[in-house]
């Protein structure tokens, strides 16, 4: 069984750039859920993908959008990116049966300069 | 609105010396209490979910509890190798974003 993956591992990009990070889930995991990690903080969730829809959002502006595929990979994506957005972005997945047990992915860590 | 505060930061502890790391919550209404390690740089490690008060679960060295209030993750004689942030989260309702606490990083010096 194969855990969550995701990549770029790291990526470095200039203000006013776009995005995009991608997510493998666990097998059998249809839940994908996003969090933006600041240095120091704890994860903040930014949105959560379902069978392909959304399934909820944080407080996050438009400029972060989603998507789930079909085999329930996800990505993320931020246009128009700020210095702020520089953060470890982390993906969780989750089972149909476990649905209290999010596990997650090694994260990508975004440097906006 | 739903907070999680951990406390101590930051946490010392000699080889040998055991402590608890604690997490107090204000929620709506509890489903479930997680507790995560996170190394540096990398995504944090499910350790454990709490679901009602009085129930305890235990891990090698880790051990966590559960009031209506907050939870403890009690480590026993910890090795320089337990150093790493731990993150406490709560969850609200089934299949819903979990919500953090900024953690505790711990060392252990040998």
């Known amino acids: 069984e194969t855990g969550v993956t995701q990549s770029p591992t790291h990526l470095i990009k200039t203000r006013g750039q776009q995005v995009t990070l991608r997510c493998s889930s666990q097998?059998?995991?249809?839940?994908v859920s996003w969090y933006q990690q600041a240095l120091g903080q704890g994860p903040q969730f930014i949105f959560q993908y379902y069978r392909e829809e959304e399934n909820g959002r944080g407080n996050f502006p438009p400029r972060f959008s989603g998507l789930q595929f079909p085999n329930y990979s996800s990505e993320l994506n931020v246009n128009a990116l700020e210095l702020d957005d520089s953060a470890l972005y982390l993906c969780?997945?989750?089972?149909?049966?476990?649905?209290?047990?999010?596990?997650f992915g090694p994260g990508t860590r975004l440097t906006v300069l | 609105e739903d907070q999680v505060t951990q406390s101590p930061e930051a946490l010392r502890l000699q080889e040998g010396e055991s402590s608890s790391l604690n997490c107090s919550y204000t929620v709506s209404g509890l489903r479930g209490l997680f507790w995560y390690r996170q190394d540096p740089g990398k995504g944090p490690e499910f350790l454990f979910t709490l679901y009602s008060a009085g129930e305890e679960k235990e891990k090698e060295r880790l051990k966590a509890t559960l009031t209506k209030k907050e939870s403890f993750l009690h480590i026993t004689a910890p090795k320089p190798e337990d150093s790493a942030t731990y993150l406490c989260?709560?969850?609200?309702?089934?299949?819903?974003?979990?919500?953090f606490g900024k953690g505790t990083r711990l060392s252990v010096i040998a």
């Open positions: 969780a997945s989750s089972a149909p049966i476990h649905v209290d047990e999010q596990f």
């Open positions: 097998s059998g995991h249809n839940t």
């Open positions: 989260a709560v969850q609200v309702g089934g299949n819903t974003p979990l919500v």
